[in-house]
């Protein structure tokens, strides 16, 4: 059993079609996706209230298509208060998505973010939020995890899943191994030696999802992280779905697979 928490799509063509993508992960052993649209063509920044309703019907479109394989986060951009929380409403509450998906329109720490945490704790359903530490190139608006652990610490019953284990580092590790309402995937970045060892050690595997963050980067890459980790085979088990299962409440018997 593998769920990948943190992949992508949209009206694409080509390897990137829905059907292509869903197609390599069961090539990959991957059984759910966890899937967010940022776009239907393309990713914008600062997305507008149409531009975030279009990417989330091309989402409810897909999840309609292949109920077994996709499994829907609601995406929004905070900069619209009222407009996200009638997208949340009309998503989850009122539709099949069973979390918040947040990009780079607002950094975590920023007040705007409130609204959605409420709700979201309201709902009982986990925020996915883009983080990432770089040396150069942050998009003005872009969390860091430093950010996420300002939201954490904000909201303690709030669940994040921390996106890009490997582009918070060291560091990142070390900014949200204190909030236990924190949980990172993995997905983006190349692996390398010895981070996803030290946050186990730090934030026990209990906190740490499997994600590939597909398309832009490979099911087979990605999971090389934790198949090629000094981490123990329970370890290992609790990363790749285990974890997943339990923060985003997935009933398994609603699938045509079992564990």
């Known amino acids: 059993?593998?769920?990948?928490?943190?992949?992508?799509?949209?009206?694409?063509?080509?390897?990137?079609?829905?059907?292509?993508?869903?197609?390599?992960?069961?090539?990959?052993?991957?059984?759910?996706?966890?899937?967010?649209?940022?776009?239907?063509?393309?990713?914008?920044?600062?997305?507008t209230v149409d531009?975030?309703?279009?990417?989330?019907?091309?989402?409810?479109?897909?999840?309609?298509?292949?109920?077994?394989?996709i499994i829907g986060l609601c995406y929004v951009n905070p900069q619209h208060k009222q407009e996200s929380i009638d997208e949340i409403q009309r998503c989850v509450a009122d539709g099949s998505?069973?979390?918040?998906?947040?990009?780079?329109?607002?950094k975590a720490s920023d007040p705007r973010v409130e609204p959605i945490a409420e709700i979201a704790i309201e709902f009982d359903v986990p925020i996915l939020q883009h983080a990432w530490y770089k040396m150069t190139g942050n998009m003005e608006d872009?969390?860091?995890?430093?950010?996420?652990?300002?939201?954490?610490?904000?909201?303690?019953?709030?669940?994040?899943?921390?996106?890009?284990?490997?582009g918070a580092g060291f560091r990142g590790i070390a900014d949200i191994a204190p909030y236990p309402n924190i949980y990172v995937d993995i997905g983006g970045g190349e692996p390398e030696?010895?981070?996803?060892?030290?946050?186990?050690?730090?934030?026990?595997?209990?906190?740490?999802?499997?994600?590939?963050?597909?398309p832009g980067r490979g099911f087979a890459v990605q999971l090389g992280k934790v198949m090629?980790?000094?981490?123990?085979?329970?370890?290992?088990?609790?990363?790749?779905?285990?974890?997943?299962?339990k923060i985003y409440k997935i009933n398994m018997e609603d699938k045509f697979f079992n564990d």
């Open 228 to 245: 090629g980790a000094n981490i123990s085979k329970e370890s290992k088990e609790l990363i790749l779905w285990k974890n997943a299962k």
């Open 193 to 214: 030696a010895g981070i996803l060892e030290f946050a186990v050690k730090e934030m026990g595997a209990e906190r740490i999802l499997y994600a590939s963050d597909a």
């Open 1 to 47: 059993m593998i769920i990948d928490s943190h992949i992508h799509i949209g009206r694409w063509s080509g390897d990137d079609s829905v059907e292509k993508i869903i197609e390599s992960a069961s090539r990959n052993g991957i059984d759910l996706l966890l899937t967010s649209c940022l776009g239907e063509y393309g990713y914008t920044i600062y997305p």
């Open 97 to 106: 998505m069973i979390g918040i998906k947040l990009w780079t329109a607002v």
């Open 142 to 166: 872009e969390s860091t995890p430093a950010d996420v652990a300002i939201l954490a610490g904000k909201f303690p019953d709030l669940k994040i899943q921390m996106a890009h284990l490997y």
């Open 51 to 69: 531009e975030v309703q279009k990417a989330n019907n091309c989402l409810l479109e897909a999840i309609g298509n292949f109920p077994d394989s």
